[in-house]
């Protein structure tokens, strides 16, 4: 039986897509002190909310948090998948030094993320078959965000650099456990565009994921485009309400 579950070994490895879901990340392209930014909506592989602030003129923070919604089942088996991810990250704002709404914002990011995802398979073909995985995961990330805001229309994109570390553990019929480590190293752009009024936009995102190395790269698949619907909020900063009174 432990040679058949080392053989199904590299299979059971090929689903490991299913224990990463990339992240929809934040692009707040702040520009001033006391100006926030906040986003909430639904992706092709999960529910997402993010918000960032910034401190002064030249830094900001963000923090970010994706959790899945699919539970797969059909005549033979039972699929069950849970996938929770949290981000937080320093960055600085008004790369560009630009007048506020007149040209491009450019801003870079830096932080580190946690994830666990969890998934269940119940086989009832002839005799009954149980298997868990279970997926945690942390992450370190370098990220610029570069954009346009108008009044009425945002648009933007971004570029990831993450390095993920992974711990994965299966159990079969809760007998034999199999544990891996391995480490991937995946770029991941994001483009969006908001429309709206001043401080609320509907918002569409789309990304795409790309391992480009990593010691298990082989039998790493992902999701390589994912796409998200979502509402945005922004509240000016302390600069632009007092032009706003004046």
Same mark, same amino acid.
């Given at each position: 039986?432990?040679?058949?579950?080392?053989?199904?070994?590299?299979?059971?490895?090929?689903?490991?897509?299913?224990?990463?879901? #990339?992240?929809?990340?934040?692009?707040?392209?702040?520009?001033? $002190?006391?100006?926030?930014?906040?986003? &909430?909506?639904?992706?092709?592989?999960?529910? @997402?909310?993010? &918000?960032?602030? &910034?401190?002064?003129?030249?830094?900001? %923070?963000?923090?970010?948090?994706?959790?899945?919604?699919?539970?797969? #089942? !059909?005549?033979?088996?039972?699929?069950?998948?849970?996938?929770?991810?949290?981000?937080?990250?320093?960055?600085?704002? !008004?790369?560009?030094?630009?007048?506020?709404?007149? /040209?491009?914002?450019?801003?870079?990011? +830096?932080?580190?993320?946690? +994830? /666990?995802?969890? %998934?269940?398979?119940?086989?009832?073909?002839?005799?009954?078959?149980?298997?868990?995985?279970?997926?945690?995961?942390?992450?370190?990330? %370098?990220?610029?965000?570069? +954009?346009?805001?108008? /009044?009425?229309?945002?648009?933007?994109?971004?570029? /990831?650099?993450? @390095?993920?570390?992974?711990?994965?553990?299966?159990?079969? !019929?809760? $007998?034999? #456990?199999?544990?891996?480590?391995? +480490?991937?190293?995946?770029?991941? #752009?994001?483009?969006?565009?908001?429309?709206?009024? $001043?401080?609320? $936009?509907?918002?569409?995102?789309?990304?795409?994921?790309?391992?480009?190395?990593?010691?298990?790269?082989?039998?790493?698949?992902?999701?390589?485009?994912? &796409?998200?619907?979502?509402?945005?909020?922004?509240? %000016?900063?302390?600069?632009?309400?007092?032009?706003?009174?004046?």
């Amino acid at each position: 039986m432990k040679q058949l579950y080392f053989f199904i070994i590299p299979l059971l490895l090929q689903s490991c897509s299913l224990m990463y879901v #990339p992240s929809v990340s934040s692009i707040p392209l702040l520009e001033e $002190k006391g100006e926030f930014h906040g986003e &909430a909506g639904m992706s092709t592989n999960s529910i @997402y909310a993010n &918000a960032a602030y &910034a401190f002064t003129n030249n830094f900001a %923070a963000s923090v970010s948090g994706n959790l899945s919604y699919e539970n797969l #089942p !059909n005549s033979e088996q039972t699929y069950d998948f849970v996938h929770r991810y949290a981000e937080a990250s320093l960055g600085t704002i !008004n790369v560009l030094h630009s007048e506020r709404s007149k /040209r491009p914002s450019l801003e870079i990011y +830096g932080g580190m993320g946690m +994830g /666990r995802a969890t %998934a269940n398979r119940y086989y009832y073909h002839k005799s009954y078959y149980y298997m868990d995985y279970t997926c945690n995961y942390y992450s370190f990330f %370098a990220q610029g965000n570069f +954009g346009l805001k108008r /009044r009425i229309v945002e648009v933007g994109t971004s570029l /990831r650099l993450v @390095y993920s570390q992974f711990n994965y553990v299966v159990n079969e !019929n809760k $007998k034999f #456990p199999f544990q891996t480590n391995f +480490g991937i190293f995946c770029a991941e #752009p994001m483009g969006f565009v908001g429309v709206g009024v $001043k401080n609320l $936009k509907f918002v569409h995102r789309f990304g795409y994921s790309l391992p480009i190395y990593g010691s298990s790269s082989g039998e790493f698949n992902w999701t390589l485009l994912h &796409a998200s619907i979502g509402i945005s909020c922004r509240i %000016a900063g302390k600069t632009d309400k007092s032009k706003n009174n004046n």
